[in-house]
């Protein structure tokens, strides 16, 4: 890192043990992703607020390279595991490591990434209801799956409106998920 780890515990007495653990996560996850440049981790002890009483809280906050940042700031309020210290400290780690690597993805481009959402009518649907067209806002016909559907695809009829995602099949053009937009069908 370029700059020293931030440390700040708020609500309870600075422990080393603690922060030795804190300092190995915050190494793992250089060793591992090497682009962090600063981290602060905030530590605060179980408070009096209804909702998180006798919880512990890990706020994370790590700086990347070009002003990216990654934070984990919310500990799961109903979760009791949060009582033991350790455990929160282990979640907040774990769920920043699966943000950098989210992140990383990002950056490298393997994570598909949906154009703005299409809406169109469904004018036909297979008999075994396996596929359909769904016409397209400037006229073009496009296909569907079934298993491009989002939730029950029993509730897709002629005329039903949907928001869907356009991309490049085996085949040519496609739709992908499909997503109802409420219970409004055309007229016949």
């Known amino acids: ?31 591992r992703f090497g682009r962090v440049t600063a981290c602060r981790v905030v530590l605060k002890g179980p408070g009096p607020h209804h909702q998180t009483s006798g919880l512990y809280e890990v706020n994370i906050r790590l ?30 780690f774990k769920r920043a490591r699966r943000k950098l690597q989210d992140h990383v993805r990002r950056l490298q481009g393997q994570v598909k990434q949906h154009e703005d959402q299409s809406i169109g009518t469904v ?16 006229g073009h016909e496009i296909y569907f799956h079934r298993h491009s559907v989002l939730g029950d695809p029993s509730h897709l009829a002629v005329g039903t409106r949907v ?22 069908r055309l007229r016949a």
């Open 1 to 31: 890192m370029q700059t020293p780890l931030e440390l700040d515990f708020q609500g309870i007495e600075p422990i080393p043990r603690v922060r030795a653990a804190i300092e190995a996560h915050v190494a793992a996850l250089e060793e």
């Open 63 to 92: 700086a990347l390279p070009d002003g990216r940042e990654v934070d984990v700031e919310r500990t799961p309020s109903a979760d009791e595991r949060h009582a033991d210290l350790d455990f929160a400290i282990n979640d907040a």
């Open 123 to 138: 004018v036909r649907i297979d008999p075994a209801g396996a596929f359909g067209f769904i016409e397209a806002s400037d």
């Open 163 to 184: 928001s869907f995602a356009e991309e490049m099949g085996e085949k040519g053009p496609q739709a992908s998920t499909v997503k109802l937009l409420g219970k409004h």
